[in-house]
């Protein structure tokens, strides 16, 4: 019999939480909203679906909008604009790469579970230096429902052949955070929109960073992930 894993498993959300893509998903929407009639798509409308699937985004946008293309065809097309954009560079947050090596040198198991198109998510991690260390992967296409349910993470869970409960989700949205409740994982929350910082779903994370990437330690997350000492961290931490 194969025995599991020691210690914890760590499963990462892509998009705001390991890499910077944000920016390239907000530019594929604008532009496939142009292309289809509906101009002046902003940033600010854009942040409201960050943490939530492109699929379930393009129903609410299909919605809105009245549009009459089918939902598979907007998916496609989103899926082309973002990938040339991806393909080009995206950026990894440093402590993000910092934890993912020190994890990694740790033997820990990873894996990657993303709202994103499996294209997407390999597009993304094939351009960065974490590819290799992040093989992995679990996209929303291949559960039945996106966050903020919590199928990609339990999928992520039984994919590394860990028990639910021993994995810790590193989220930068409100929907992820509360699919990782969902789950039964112990949540590290770094909100990539700092007005969410006060919403209700980072409230059971274990350990939050209401300032985002500006405050948080790879060192820090990887003792309290791994139950190492931690020092003691300024106020904005818990």
Same mark, same amino acid.
């Given at each position: 019999?194969?025995? &599991?894993?020691?210690?914890?498993a760590v499963?990462?959300? *892509? /998009?705001?939480t +390991?890499?910077?893509s944000?920016p390239? $998903?907000? !530019?594929?929407g604008r532009?496939?909203?142009?292309?289809?009639?509906?101009p002046?798509?902003?940033?600010?409308?854009?942040t409201?679906?960050?943490?939530?699937?492109?699929?379930e985004?393009l129903?609410i &946008?299909?919605?809105?909008?009245g549009?009459?293309?089918? *939902? /598979?065809t907007? +998916?496609?097309?989103?899926?082309?604009? $973002?990938? !040339?954009?991806?393909?080009?560079?995206?950026?990894v947050?440093?402590?993000?790469r910092k934890?993912?090596?020190?994890l990694?040198a740790?033997?820990?198991p990873m894996?990657?579970?993303s709202?994103?198109?499996r294209?997407?998510?390999?597009?993304?991690?094939?351009?960065t230096?974490?590819?290799?260390?992040?093989?992995?992967?679990v996209s929303a !296409?291949?559960v039945a429902?996106?966050?903020p349910?919590?199928?990609?993470f339990l999928?992520?869970?039984?994919r590394l052949?860990?028990?639910a409960s021993?994995?810790?989700?590193?989220e930068?949205a409100p929907?992820g955070?509360?699919?990782?409740?969902?789950?039964?994982?112990?949540c590290?929350a770094?909100?990539?929109?700092?007005d969410?910082?006060t919403?209700?779903?980072?409230?059971?994370?274990?350990?939050f960073f209401?300032?985002?990437?500006r405050?948080?330690d790879?060192q820090?997350?990887?003792?309290?992930?791994t139950?190492?000492?931690?020092?003691p961290?300024p106020?904005?931490?818990r």
């Amino acid at each position: 019999m194969n025995s &599991l894993p020691a210690g914890p498993a760590v499963v990462f959300d *892509l /998009d705001g939480t +390991l890499v910077d893509s944000e920016p390239n $998903y907000y !530019e594929a929407g604008r532009r496939l909203l142009a292309a289809h009639g509906v101009p002046g798509f902003t940033w600010e409308q854009h942040t409201r679906f960050i943490g939530i699937g492109t699929r379930e985004t393009l129903e609410i &946008l299909r919605r809105e909008h009245g549009l009459d293309a089918s *939902l /598979d065809t907007l +998916l496609a097309e989103k899926n082309r604009l $973002y990938l !040339e954009l991806a393909r080009s560079g995206t950026e990894v947050f440093p402590e993000m790469r910092k934890l993912v090596e020190l994890l990694h040198a740790a033997g820990l198991p990873m894996a990657v579970a993303s709202g994103s198109s499996r294209a997407a998510i390999d597009a993304v991690l094939g351009a960065t230096s974490l590819d290799a260390l992040l093989p992995l992967r679990v996209s929303a !296409e291949e559960v039945a429902h996106g966050k903020p349910e919590p199928d990609v993470f339990l999928e992520a869970a039984r994919r590394l052949g860990v028990p639910a409960s021993t994995c810790v989700v590193l989220e930068d949205a409100p929907p992820g955070a509360e699919a990782a409740r969902r789950a039964g994982m112990r949540c590290v929350a770094v909100p990539y929109v700092p007005d969410t910082a006060t919403d209700p779903a980072f409230a059971h994370a274990g350990l939050f960073f209401p300032g985002g990437q500006r405050d948080i330690d790879a060192q820090k997350v990887y003792d309290w992930i791994t139950g190492s000492p931690v020092a003691p961290g300024p106020p904005s931490q818990r």
